[in-house]
Structures are given as C-alpha cells and as structure tokens.
C-alpha cells in the first residue's frame, strides 16, 4: 500500500500546484499509467449536459471524443453514479470497441457536491486487469480531483491537445 499513498501523495502534489500549469489532469493521466503497467489508456471525460467529451488522456487516440450517456460503459457510470469495473470488454454489450487489443476497463465518476461532472476511464489489455486494490486508488484520486474540478471552468480543463 505504500504505491498507492505516494500515488495518491502526487496526484496531491498536482492539484495543488493546478495554477501553475493547465497539464495537470494530463499529468495525472500519466502518473497513473505509468504507476500501474496494466493502465495502457488512461484519461478524463467531462460531463456536458448529456454527454462526455474527451479531456486530457495518455496512450492511443481515442475514436470517442463524444459519448452519449445513454451508450458505453463510460455512460453507465454516469447512469448509475458508481465505479464500473469490466473484467473482459468483448463479454459487455455495452462496451463501445475503441482498440482491439482492450481487453479491460474501469470508469470512475468524479463526482463533487452531489453532482456528475465527469469520470476516469482506463483501459487495459489485460483481461481482468482491474483489481479491488485499483478500485480503490482510482476511487481515491476521483475523491481529490472532482473538488478541484467543481471549481476549474470546462474550458482550463480542456486546454491544449487532447493527446
């Protein structure tokens, strides 16, 4: 558990020093890929009315710059307002195939103040890569970004390239 408090520990570090650089949640991104070798495609959705768009990500682009909540595992997190962890994708109907090789994924709403405002998705291409110790840590992080993000408007978030 040590890992997880130095994640947690710089994932801190980089919500605090938010002002410093419009990054961040890139930032974030990467830490959390890098940290977990079995994260191959981390990133940020942002809630847009009935749909979220693709913020800050690391690994290979994303055919979902949009997804209705209404469709995806991304959109059933939001609908239900709970972490959902898909040991193998391909066994999903809900799943929206993105690469072929994810064979994985977890969504993690960020939720601040009784509301939705986005999520973490992390894709893996390993089957049942998402442990009760990733739900966890993931659950952790989406605690300390969303306050952050309650506050940030949609535009700083989304600053610079996606990728």
Same mark, same amino acid.
């Given at each position: 558990? %040590?890992?997880? *408090?130095?994640?947690?520990?710089?994932?801190?570090?980089?919500?605090? &020093?938010?002002g410093?650089?419009?990054d961040w949640? %890139? $930032?974030?991104?990467?830490? =959390? *890929?890098?940290?977990?070798? /079995?994260? /191959?495609?981390?990133?940020?959705?942002?809630? $847009?009315?009935?749909?979220? #768009?693709?913020?800050?990500?690391?690994g290979a682009?994303?055919?979902?710059?949009r997804?209705? #909540?209404? %469709?995806?595992?991304?959109?059933? &997190?939001?609908r239900?307002?709970?972490?959902?962890?898909?040991?193998?994708?391909?066994?999903d109907?809900?799943?929206?195939?993105?690469?072929? $090789?994810t %064979?994985?994924?977890? #969504? #993690?709403?960020?939720?601040?103040?009784?509301?939705?405002?986005?999520?973490?998705?992390?894709?893996?291409?390993?089957?049942?890569?998402?442990?009760?110790?990733? /739900? &966890? =840590?993931? $659950?952790?992080?989406?605690?300390?970004? &969303?306050?952050?993000?309650? /506050?940030?408007?949609? *535009?700083? *978030?989304?600053?610079?390239?996606?990728?």
């Amino acid at each position: 558990m %040590k890992d997880t *408090q130095r994640i947690l520990q710089e994932v801190e570090a980089l919500v605090a &020093a938010r002002g410093r650089t419009t990054d961040w949640l %890139k $930032e974030i991104c990467a830490l =959390l *890929q890098r940290a977990r070798r /079995h994260y /191959h495609w981390v990133g940020i959705y942002f809630l $847009e009315g009935r749909e979220l #768009v693709l913020g800050p990500y690391v690994g290979a682009p994303s055919p979902h710059l949009r997804i209705p #909540v209404d %469709k995806g595992i991304c959109g059933a &997190a939001v609908r239900e307002g709970r972490t959902v962890n898909v040991p193998d994708v391909n066994a999903d109907p809900r799943y929206l195939a993105c690469s072929l $090789e994810t %064979k994985s994924e977890i #969504v #993690v709403p960020l939720q601040a103040d009784g509301r939705i405002l986005g999520e973490i998705d992390i894709d893996s291409h390993t089957p049942s890569a998402f442990t009760p110790d990733d /739900h &966890a =840590l993931l $659950e952790a992080v989406a605690r300390r970004l &969303a306050p952050a993000l309650a /506050h940030e408007p949609v *535009q700083t *978030q989304r600053r610079g390239p996606p990728g």
